[in-house]
């Protein structure tokens, strides 16, 4: 899937947080919506004018940050 069709950054909107494109619903929010247990069809009905391709997206567009970053461990300096 293609999420650059679906999700948008502005620095207009929601402070440039990646959202649904033409709409102010966050990637954030729909992955802690479903993080805390809400199912695609949950989401949907609590959003009708979303699809489920962009509920799709959100995820994908999340999946392609995550593993685009790098993590780096560091020992903690004396107390």
């Given at each position: 899937m293609d999420w650059r069709v679906h999700i948008h950054q502005?620095?207009?909107v929601l402070g440039g947080k990646p959202c649904i494109r033409g709409t102010r619903i966050s990637?954030?929010?729909l992955v802690r919506d479903m993080a805390d247990g809400a199912s695609?069809?949950?989401?949907?009905?609590?959003?009708p004018f979303?699809?489920?391709?962009q509920v799709h997206a959100?995820?994908?567009f999340a999946a392609a940050?995550?593993?685009?970053?790098r993590?780096?461990?560091a020992e903690p300096t004396g107390a």
């Open positions: 502005d620095p207009s990637v954030e929010l695609q069809d949950d989401i949907l009905e609590a959003y979303l699809t489920r391709e959100a995820l994908a940050s995550l593993s685009a970053e993590v780096i461990f």
